[in-house]
């Protein structure tokens, strides 16, 4: 069994809003499905940290969900900040069990064991966070963060983070995500949301004792990164 991980996927199965229109994402659907299935087996686990699917309600995701399924390997997906059709996990899990969907689980304010690896995180929020509002959000998504941590370290093994938004580029840090992670003792922490020009700016490699990785689709193009090797 290894682990694996790619985020940002940006399916639209179920919905018009194809990505083929932005330089580099051209065929990225054949593409990501034949590099997938080159190196994923059935006892692999891939985790998506976010934007998984355009759709904007959980019913209308069920065609990409449905394609992830068809995938090999187990998938963890984390909320993005495009996932307008992410829900309480209540309700993803009993529609991903109402679908036969068993393949994918849900990671929210939780953490599941996979050998001698724990896979933790949220979708974390903007390091530059200013108003009121994103504020609230930002210290919402730094508790789930240490809330998911508190479970996985409950299940022992190795901790690796995941989360949506990167907490640290080379230009800025978010402190409230980045101070989790150090005062819970986590050494690596996956990524994802940066495309295009915006992936020059990505921090990559250890900072402050936490060894850092961007996973974004089309940085990997389309290829899923393996993470953790048994």
């Given at each position: 069994?290894?682990?694996?991980?790619?985020?940002?996927?940006h399916?639209?199965l179920?919905?018009?809003k194809p990505m083929d229109i932005?330089?580099?994402w051209?065929?990225?659907l054949d593409?990501l499905?034949?590099?997938w299935?080159?190196v994923v087996?059935?006892?692999?686990v891939?985790?998506?940290?976010g934007d998984i699917?355009?759709?904007?309600?959980?019913e209308?995701a069920?065609s990409?969900?449905?394609?992830?399924?068809?995938?090999?390997g187990?998938?963890v997906i984390i909320k993005g900040?495009h996932?307008?059709?992410?829900?309480t996990?209540r309700k993803?899990?009993?529609?991903l069990a109402?679908?036969?969907f068993d393949?994918i689980s849900?990671?929210?304010?939780?953490a599941?064991?996979f050998g001698?690896?724990t896979v933790?995180?949220?979708?974390?929020?903007f390091f530059?966070?200013?108003?009121?509002a994103d504020?609230?959000?930002?210290l919402?998504?730094a508790g789930?963060?240490?809330?998911?941590?508190s479970?996985?370290?409950?299940?022992?093994?190795?901790?690796?983070a995941?989360?949506?938004?990167?907490?640290?580029?080379?230009l800025?840090?978010?402190?409230e995500?980045i101070?989790?992670l150090?005062?819970e003792?986590?050494?690596?922490?996956?990524?994802?949301?940066?495309?295009?020009a915006s992936?020059?700016?990505?921090?990559?490699g250890?900072k402050?004792?936490?060894?850092f990785?961007?996973?974004s689709?089309?940085?990997l193009?389309?290829?899923p990164?393996l993470?953790?090797?048994f």
């Amino acid at each position: 069994m290894n682990i694996f991980a790619l985020s940002d996927t940006h399916l639209s199965l179920g919905t018009d809003k194809p990505m083929d229109i932005f330089k580099g994402w051209d065929n990225y659907l054949d593409r990501l499905e034949s590099n997938w299935r080159s190196v994923v087996e059935e006892d692999d686990v891939v985790v998506i940290p976010g934007d998984i699917s355009w759709a904007m309600s959980l019913e209308n995701a069920e065609s990409d969900l449905r394609f992830i399924h068809s995938l090999p390997g187990k998938k963890v997906i984390i909320k993005g900040n495009h996932d307008y059709w992410w829900n309480t996990k209540r309700k993803m899990d009993n529609f991903l069990a109402e679908k036969s969907f068993d393949s994918i689980s849900v990671l929210f304010n939780n953490a599941y064991r996979f050998g001698d690896v724990t896979v933790c995180g949220s979708r974390g929020w903007f390091f530059d966070a200013e108003d009121n509002a994103d504020k609230k959000v930002l210290l919402r998504e730094a508790g789930r963060l240490r809330m998911s941590i508190s479970e996985g370290k409950k299940l022992g093994g190795s901790l690796i983070a995941f989360l949506h938004y990167p907490p640290v580029t080379k230009l800025l840090q978010c402190a409230e995500i980045i101070n989790v992670l150090k005062e819970e003792g986590v050494e690596r922490c996956i990524y994802g949301h940066l495309h295009g020009a915006s992936v020059h700016n990505a921090f990559i490699g250890e900072k402050d004792g936490i060894k850092f990785d961007l996973v974004s689709a089309d940085y990997l193009k389309f290829c899923p990164k393996l993470i953790e090797k048994f």
